[in-house]
């Protein structure tokens, strides 16, 4: 799979902009500020129907303007597809694939499958456990269809049930409606802890051997999946919260309080890991989530780097450069010296200023 082209229309700071991209390794590279990072931006939101920064659909409209167009061509399985987001400012986004509207959001996800790996990741292990609870979804709902359309049933149905606990507050008689509430929460809930539980589990497969190469040998990684709720328990714990529940006007247990626990031999890292453990945790967890993809689907995702190098010491760098040889990449960096210095190969280099991007050179041999 990958991506041939990327036309943008109006998004970001982006008037009009059309690129054309290689199969293997595309670099843009240029200032801060300029642009880089709102291309492969526009890019996941093609595939996803969300930013990667969880940016609203007016924030990425252009100044000034009252929409924006993403038109994005994938190959898969040799057969074309062409995808089409439409952001507006007062409504809601549309989106269609070779020309069809598409109704549901799990109708787009799975054509494309994307890994984004930003700074902002490598903080994964210390920031919250909500975080962490998105990694886990927006991976598994790029993977399977039927757990999107369940997270997407599992919030809507939290979001009314923490209204109505509000509600209850002035008419204690809506308090008879909550068991229709919980019945639909459990339905929907225990899907998610199952698969998330499942994910967790393929995921240690991966990961154990990604981080010992990473450390030497010297660290031993294991994710634990540390649900809010078990399966077996959620509705006697739903049941046992519900006096809380009505006092706090908010629900307290179930997946949308959900974490994952990092041990490195045995120890917590997200509390008493080193910033440097935490990095290197971080970096397993997403390289871990290309071969997932590749396990999963028969075939290997794109990857967007988002100016990772730069926080990376030398043999972290050469880790992660080593293991994308053979997948399509969409990097930005600020220059090209890290990847002269590690004769990295480069296939096409763009050039961004000021939200225009500039003289693709093709480069079809190493960096000397």
């Known amino acids: 799979m990958y991506i041939e082209s990327v036309q943008l229309k109006n998004f970001r700071n982006y008037e009009n902009l059309e690129l054309y991209l290689d199969r293997e390794t595309n670099i843009f590279y240029g200032d801060n500020a300029q642009g880089k ?60 694939v070779n ?30 456990p909500g975080e962490r609870r998105r990694f886990l979804d927006l991976e598994l709902c790029q993977l399977d269809q039927i757990y999107l359309s369940d997270l997407a049933g599992y919030n809507h149905i939290v979001n009314q049930r923490n ?40 995921l240690n497969e991966i990961i154990c051997d990604i981080h010992k190469n990473l450390t030497g040998g010297e660290e031993l990684l294991q994710v634990i999946y540390e649900p ?29 309080r959900d974490d994952l626990c990092f041990l490195v031999n045995g120890i917590d890292i997200r509390k008493y890991g080193s910033q440097g453990q935490q990095r290197t945790a971080a970096l397993s967890l997403k390289l871990s989530e290309i071969y997932l993809v590749k396990k999963k689907i028969g075939d290997t995702p794109v990857l967007l780097l988002d100016d ?44 961004v200023v000021k939200g225009e991007v500039f003289n693709p050179v093709q480069k079809n041999s190493k960096q000397n």
Request: glycine share 6%; hydrophobic share 35%; aromatic share 8%.
């Open 99 to 128: 020309g069809l509207p598409v109704k549901k959001a799990r109708e787009l996800f799975g054509i494309v499958n994307l890994v984004f790996f930003s700074p902002e990741d490598l903080n994964i292990i210390k920031n919250g």
């Open 163 to 202: 209204r109505l606990l509000k509600d209850m507050y002035a008419n204690p008689a809506l308090k008879d409606t909550l068991d229709v509430w919980d019945h639909q929460m459990l339905r929907y809930g225990k899907k998610l802890i199952r698969k998330r539980q499942t994910f967790v589990e393929e």
């Open 37 to 96: 990072t709102n291309i492969l931006e526009s890019v996941y939101l093609c595939g996803t129907t969300k930013s990667h920064k969880g940016s609203k659909d007016r924030e990425m409209i252009r100044f000034g303007q009252e929409d924006a167009h993403i038109r994005m061509m994938v190959k898969k399985d040799g057969l074309s597809y062409k995808l089409d987001m439409h952001l507006r400012k007062n409504k809601a986004k549309g989106a269609a």
């Open 308 to 351: 990772v190098l730069s926080e990376l010491d030398s043999s972290r760098q050469t880790y992660l450069l080593d293991s994308i040889h053979d997948i399509q990449t969409l990097i930005t960096c600020t220059g090209l010296d890290d990847f002269v210095n590690h004769q990295f190969h480069i296939n096409k280099v763009f050039r």
């Open 228 to 256: 809010s709720a078990q399966e077996e328990n959620f509705e006697e714990l739903l049941c046992r919260n519900r006096d809380r529940d009505i006092r706090m006007k908010m629900t307290s247990s179930g997946p949308h």
